[in-house]
């Protein structure tokens, strides 16, 4: 069955450090993965998608099929980069399956 | 553009009441979700609509979940009788289509609590 998990619930880091959020993933057709994120009070919004390999807010996400991976990362934090992260799979009729999330926490 | 607009924003009811939320979606924009996002939980899909009619409503619970997309644009959620398991935040989104360039874009939510 088709699954995303984020196995940290908070990750926390300090200023200037480089951050990677985990997404591992299970599908057995051919994966689309996003990255949803949710600063505080605000809406949940796409940061960035596999399909367009670009960088968003200076994050980065490689998809990598022979792990099931699509990993978030950047390599110096900032604080206004604290939010809650979701990895997404998208799949039949083009729904999203979300993983649990994780809470960054970019400490000064 | 405008975002995809819900209302209302919160809302409070009793266990056995019945509760109704409104989603406008983006204009020009095909496709309708409704997620329930449970607290520390990720949103899960409750139903789609691609226009007008329904595309998956597979894992929603339809003795007492009930939504319908009205001329395919605005959309309704309606639950009755809530249960306390029910008390969620509730996502409208919308996207153009289904395909590759479709990712749905989010409203702000609606906050359920059941009591």
């Known amino acids: 069955a088709q699954r995303v998990t984020q196995p940290e619930k908070l990750l926390s880091v300090f200023k200037g450090a480089p951050v990677e959020l985990k997404c591992n993933y299970s599908?057995?057709?051919?994966?689309?993965l996003f990255w949803y994120v949710q600063y505080s009070r605000q809406r949940l919004q796409l940061l960035l998608r596999h399909i367009s390999r670009e960088s968003i807010k200076g994050f980065t996400a490689d998809l990598n099929k022979g792990e099931t991976s699509f990993h978030l990362k950047k390599p110096f934090a900032q604080e206004e980069d604290s939010a809650m992260y979701y990895c997404a799979l998208k799949w039949s009729q083009g729904n999203l399956i979300f993983g649990k999330g994780t809470k960054l926490s970019v400490k000064p | 553009e405008a975002g995809v607009a819900q209302s209302p924003r919160y809302k409070i009811i009793e266990k056995r009441q019945s509760v109704a939320f409104w989603c406008n979606p983006i204009?020009?924009?095909?496709?309708l979700y409704w997620y329930q996002q449970i607290l520390g939980q990720g949103p899960k899909l409750l139903i789609q609509?691609?226009?007008?009619?329904?595309?998956?409503d597979s894992q929603l619970p339809k003795d007492r979940f009930s939504a319908e997309r009205l001329k395919g644009v605005d959309s309704t959620l309606k639950i009755q009788p809530a249960k306390l398991e029910d008390s969620a935040v509730y996502l409208c989104?919308?996207?153009?289509?289904?395909?590759?360039?479709?990712?749905?874009?989010f409203g702000p939510g609606t906050r359920l609590t059941v009591t």
């Open positions: 599908y057995s057709g051919s994966p689309e």
């Open positions: 204009s020009g924009h095909a496709t």
């Open positions: 989104a919308s996207s153009l289509d289904t395909g590759t360039s479709g990712s749905p874009n």
């Open positions: 609509f691609q226009n007008n009619g329904v595309v998956d």
